[in-house]
């Protein structure tokens, strides 16, 4: 049974960061791409970041190109996203994926201004 379980969300100010983990389980990890996305109130989901299975290649979305890290750790079956310089449209769900229907449960962040 495949489980994605995202943890480090919270609640940060404008300007501040916060590191998201998403610890993998029930898939052979280090072939796997993993991404992050995100869902504000009223909105999309969105892709944040994307990273393939040796982490050569790394995708971000322009709105958190710059701010936002996205790493993964293929010992530990970990993907990271850090993230600096938040704002408050960063509000958002953010939720780990490693491909079609595998998605994390969610995690909380929020920015406030």
């Known amino acids: 049974q495949v489980q994605l379980v995202e943890s480090g969300g919270g609640l940060v100010q404008a300007g501040g960061s916060l590191r998201l983990s998403c610890a993998a389980s029930g898939i052979t990890f280090s072939t796997y791409a993993l991404g992050w996305f995100r869902q504000a109130p009223g909105k999309e989901r969105e892709f944040v970041a994307g990273?393939?299975?040796?982490?050569?290649?790394?995708y971000y979305a322009s709105s958190v190109k710059g701010r936002f890290t996205i790493s993964r750790d293929n010992a530990k079956n970990t993907v990271y996203l850090q993230m600096n310089s938040l704002k408050p449209e960063d509000t958002a769900v953010y939720y780990c994926n490693a491909g079609p229907g595998l998605w994390g449960q969610g995690i909380q962040v929020t920015v406030s201004s």
């Open positions: 990273i393939s299975w040796g982490g050569a290649t790394i």
